[in-house]
């Protein structure tokens, strides 16, 4: 894992090494352009999620003059799978466990280490964990991480003193965290994985980004009827399940996939496999099984369900839509969309009209056999017979 941190560290120093403004101020309008390039302070960049960098001091002339500048030994971790961020020629990133970095780019002189405690505060829950976690979010000098017990984490940017932190999961549960939160409009949004270990039922919590306080949630597969639905979305989601299905979880857990849009106010929310992974156990009767395998659209302020689009209706084989969502506007039909676009594990590559969940495009990006195409004047896939193994043993791909 060594030689993996090297790799990022020797690029980010180059890249932060051109940051020209100091104390800059990380909010949804530099979140929006993401400045001249000097910093990367979001997960993806920009809030359009494109990684995309205007720098152009490194080129195909001079990339092979290019060497280590310095290296940075963490013995201690295992894990180094983050997206760093970096801003005003600090990195920031998370290793093994959330342990959480500063570092100046320039040096490599570590400026402060946190450890949240996750191990500690997991207990006999660890046996189950990853270790691993994908990276911080950085808003207006926060620094917010989450820890795969389950806790968000806010922190001081410049010392690394904790704020606040919030148990986003009922800790007596097999949930767990291992997300990059994503911030918008003073608030900070994760989700949770833990369907594979356990009866889990997903959804994604929006907090204040100021105090740690839930602002909403966001439920993606309904639960129990008998204890009522808690909107609208959840009592049309459940005419699409059958049998109990609540007793397995349901699934649709967000371990990854959040984007938010700022030109609809909305956040796009990519969604998990169900629980089980066969639907004739969870849904014997079966249906669409909604929201499993989705992007769905709610407010950004509120949480409340505006749209979606199912990439695999009663879905079957774990192919999830957590992928990331990236942001863009794109030629159609002579017009110019806003457009969102993701390729999940099921094969497919999609552009959709963020403005109301309309499919535009899906074509394989991979070998897929599952399906022979999707169905653009219904949304839906043409599955090839036998893709849901209903007379034994079927291989399919992905």
Do not use: C, R
């Given at each position: 894992m060594r030689s993996e941190l090297k790799g990022w560290v020797?690029?980010?120093?180059?890249?932060?090494?051109?940051?020209?403004?100091?104390?800059?101020?990380?909010?949804d309008a530099y979140l929006a352009n993401g400045g001249d390039g000097g910093n990367w302070p979001a997960y993806g960049r920009t809030s359009t999620e494109q990684r995309y960098s205007p720098l152009d001091q490194i080129n195909a002339g001079n990339v092979k003059k290019l060497g280590i500048e310095w290296v940075l030994d963490l013995p201690k971790e295992r894990s180094l799978i983050a997206t760093p961020l970096v801003v005003d020629g600090v990195i920031y990133f998370t290793g093994?466990?959330?342990?959480?970095?500063?570092?100046?780019?320039r040096t490599g002189k570590q400026l402060w280490e946190f450890d949240p405690k996750t191990i500690e505060r997991a207990g006999d829950r660890l046996r189950i964990m990853w270790d691993i976690n994908r990276g911080p979010a950085y808003y207006k000098g926060k620094l917010i991480i989450s820890t795969v017990d389950g806790r968000l984490v806010a922190l001081d940017a410049k010392t690394g003193k904790q704020l606040w932190e919030a148990m986003t999961v009922d800790p007596r549960k097999s949930y767990y965290v291992n997300g990059a939160p994503k911030v918008f409009r003073d608030k900070v949004i994760i989700g949770n994985g833990g369907t594979e270990h356990e009866a889990a039922r997903g959804y994604v919590t929006a907090y204040d980004v100021n105090t740690g306080k839930q602002a909403w949630r966001f439920y993606i597969v309904p639960g129990n009827p008998?204890?009522?639905?808690?909107?609208?979305?959840?009592?049309?989601?459940?005419?699409t399940w059958t049998g109990e299905w609540w007793k397995h979880g349901g699934g649709g857990n967000v371990w990854n996939g959040m984007t938010y849009d700022a030109e609809f106010n909305q956040v796009l929310i990519g969604t998990g496999n169900g629980s089980p992974w066969n639907q004739k156990i969870r849904s014997p009767g079966g249906g669409d099984n909604l929201f499993l395998c989705s992007i769905v659209a709610v407010d950004a302020d509120t949480g409340e369900y505006k749209?979606?689009?199912?990439?695999?209706?009663?879905e079957t084989w774990d192919y999830n839509a957590n992928m990331d969502i990236v942001l863009a506007d794109v030629k159609y039909g002579g017009q110019t969309v806003k457009a969102l676009l993701q390729a999940?594990?099921?094969?497919?590559?999609?552009?959709i009209n963020r403005a109301n969940g309309e499919l535009l495009s899906a074509e394989k990006f991979g070998k897929a056999t599952w399906a022979e195409r999707i169905d653009l004047k219904t949304g839906r896939p043409v599955e090839v017979k036998g893709a849901r193994y209903e007379d034994g043993e079927e291989i399919v791909w992905p």
């Open positions: 020797a690029g980010l120093a180059l890249l932060a090494g051109s940051a020209q403004a100091a104390d800059t101020v990380v909010d093994s466990y959330s342990h959480t970095y500063a570092v100046d780019a008998a204890d009522g639905f808690e909107n609208k979305a959840m009592e049309m989601a459940a005419k749209w979606h689009y199912q990439t695999n209706p009663g999940p594990k099921n094969g497919f590559f999609y552009i």
